[in-house]
């Protein structure tokens, strides 16, 4: 069963930066671009377990802060290493508040976009 749990105002993410946050017991990585798009990923870096939410933030790629390891914020992909990153479906409601979309498990759901800036808060 997927689960969409508001996480906190986007506003506690400073643009450019990330924070990581614990959903029901898995760790998620939440950025902000400069341009003020939203994006999830595990917490973790999976080459060194490097605190992703600390790394380096520009369009849609992240570098982890240990060893430089870059992946794609919109789907996961590594752009160098030699794996990806999960990544969960993440919006901002009307009223600031983000939303992140999981599974019971933890798991992301299989990609889909949510539109939640129209909902009424």
């Known amino acids: 069963m997927i689960q969409h749990i508001p996480l906190a105002p986007a506003s506690q993410i400073?643009?450019?930066?990330g924070r990581t946050f614990k959903v029901c017991?898995?760790?998620i990585a939440v950025f902000r671009t400069?341009?003020?798009r939203v994006f999830a990923t595990q917490a973790q870096c999976p080459h060194r377990n490097g605190p992703l939410s600390d790394g380096l933030v520009g369009e849609t790629t992240?570098?982890?802060?240990?060893?430089?390891?870059?992946?794609?914020?919109s789907t996961?992909?590594?752009?160098?290493?030699?794996?990806?990153?999960?990544?969960?479906?993440?919006?901002?409601?009307?009223?600031?508040?983000l939303i992140v979309e999981m599974?019971?498990?933890g798991s992301p759901?299989?990609?889909?976009?949510t539109d939640y800036s129209k909902e009424k808060p």
């Open 14 to 17: 400073p643009l450019g930066e």
């Open 25 to 27: 017991g898995t760790g």
């Open 34 to 36: 400069r341009e003020g």
């Open 62 to 73: 992240l570098i982890c802060p240990l060893h430089e390891w870059s992946f794609d914020l």
């Open 76 to 97: 996961g992909m590594a752009l160098t290493g030699s794996c990806g990153v999960r990544v969960y479906p993440v919006a901002e409601r009307a009223d600031g508040t």
């Open 103 to 105: 599974g019971d498990d």
């Open 109 to 113: 759901p299989p990609f889909r976009h």
